[in-house]
């Protein structure tokens, strides 16, 4: 999981570079100060308003803020920020739905870490607790695998 985590935060760079490029490519041919502005966003989040802004703003001359405008009505320029959108999204769903399960396994190894100076006592004179606490710790743990298990699937198959 950390390795398709680690592919979708790629995935994630390289649409934000082709984003950032495809508005220099397009704001580029009138004048190097949208250039820069698109730059200087490493937020590319915020690049739809600022190229709203852009287009809006009264004190560049009217061919850029044309330009601008049709970048931010340009179906292309929305279609590359939905994919992204998806990728980000994918990205956040690995992280919130393998929670759970690595939760409950630090707990029990926490919980283990905990009981352990009180092994010997717990061996000797409740030999029924100790059971109860190596069949919780296999329930729990294979309870974590499987939902793990069913995560993994589903995103291999996305």
Not at 9 to 35: C, H, M, W
């Amino acid at each position: 999981m950390v390795f398709k985590r680690q592919e979708l935060t790629s995935e994630l760079q390289g649409r934000d570079n082709a984003i950032v490029s495809f508005v220099q490519n397009y704001l580029d041919l009138f004048s190097s100060i949208p250039k820069h502005v698109a730059i200087n966003y490493p937020n590319v989040e915020a690049i739809p308003e600022v190229v709203l802004n852009l287009s809006n703003n009264e004190r560049l001359d009217k061919a850029i803020r044309a330009r601008a405008k049709a970048l931010y009505e340009d179906s292309n320029f929305n279609a590359r920020f939905a994919e992204r959108a998806q990728v980000l999204k994918k990205r956040t769903t690995i992280v919130s739905s393998l929670a759970a399960p690595f939760f409950w396994i630090l707990s029990i190894i926490i919980s283990s870490l905990v009981i352990l100076p009180f092994g010997h006592t717990i061996h000797t004179n409740a030999p029924w607790l100790e059971l109860i606490l190596i069949f919780m710790t296999i329930i729990v743990n294979i309870w974590s695998l499987v939902i793990t298990k069913r995560f993994v699937w589903k995103m291999l198959s996305n």
